[in-house]
Antibody, heavy 122, light 107 residues
Framework: QVQLVESGGGVVQPGRSLRLSCAASGFTFRTYAMHWVRQAPGKGLEWVAVISYDGRDKYYVDSVKGRFTISRDNSKNTVYLQMNSLRTKDTAVYYC???????????????WGQGTLVTVSS | DIQVTQSPSTLSASVGDRVTITCRASQTISTWLAWYQQKPGRAPKLLISKASSLEDGVPSRFSGSGSGTEFTLTISSLQPDDFATYYCQQYSSLLYSFGQGTKLEIK
């Protein structure tokens, strides 16, 4: 079965960097786009970024453009989110997500990781 | 960017009630809309895709309808396990925006 396991969260000071990882299993990773979605404490869900199956195409929500970079290593079945110049508003649980089996790009998510908490605080 | 507005933000209801949550998109999205249920401390769970297609294993008391810009999620007879927060999401075009959420509370 599909498993998505995030790691790399923690407490970081404003302006610093953090890299999140999402290890995937149970499907042919190299053929699917992968997404990150975040949720600030007590708030709603916000789509953050997507990367195509081959890593060539990447898209971001405006609030993280120029600061966050999504990447993937298909040899390791892992997707990453490099977060630079972190701000207090970036504090959230970050989820790795994937679309359905029959859609290699889809923007809706039957599959979610457990999430990893990023806290940006001085 | 497509904005998604969900209402109400909070809904108080009793076991057995029929409830409806509404989601409106700022421009037409055909039926590219999903609904999720989220419980505290858990990842969201996909209930419905393509506006009305129920995911495997989701009880039939859940249903979705709509197209274009207006959509609804209906729970025909609330069960204790249904008290949670519900989100709609458009996936017609990047950015894949979510509604603000509807917290369904026990009356």
């Amino acid at each position: 079965q599909v498993q998505l396991v995030e790691s790399g969260g923690g407490v970081v000071q404003p302006g610093r960097s953090l890299r999140l990882s999402c290890a995937a299993s149970g499907f042919t990773f190299r053929t699917y786009a992968m997404h990150w979605v975040r949720q600030a404490p007590g708030k709603g869900l916000e789509w953050v970024a997507v990367i195509s199956y081959d890593g060539r195409d990447k898209y971001y929500v405006d609030s993280v453009k120029g600061r966050f970079t999504i990447s993937r290593d298909n040899s390791k079945n892992t997707v990453y989110l490099q977060m630079n110049s972190l701000r207090t508003k970036d504090t959230a649980v970050y989820y790795c997500t994937k679309g359905p089996p029959d859609d290699f790009w889809s923007g809706y998510y039957p599959y979610w990781g457990q999430g990893t908490l990023v806290t940006v605080s001085s | 960017d497509i904005q998604v507005t969900q209402s109400p933000s909070t809904l108080s209801a009793s076991v057995g009630d029929r409830v409806t949550i509404t989601c409106r998109a700022s421009q037409t999205i055909s039926t590219w809309l999903a609904w999720y249920q989220q419980k505290p401390g858990r990842a969201p769970k996909l209930l419905i895709s393509k506006a009305s297609s129920l995911e495997d294993g989701v009880p039939s008391r859940f249903s979705g309808s709509g197209s274009g810009t207006e959509f609804t999620l209906t729970i025909s007879s609330l069960q204790p396990d249904d008290f949670a927060t519900y989100y709609c999401q458009q996936y017609s075009s990047l950015l894949y925006s979510f509604g603000q959420g509807t917290k369904l509370e026990i009356k």
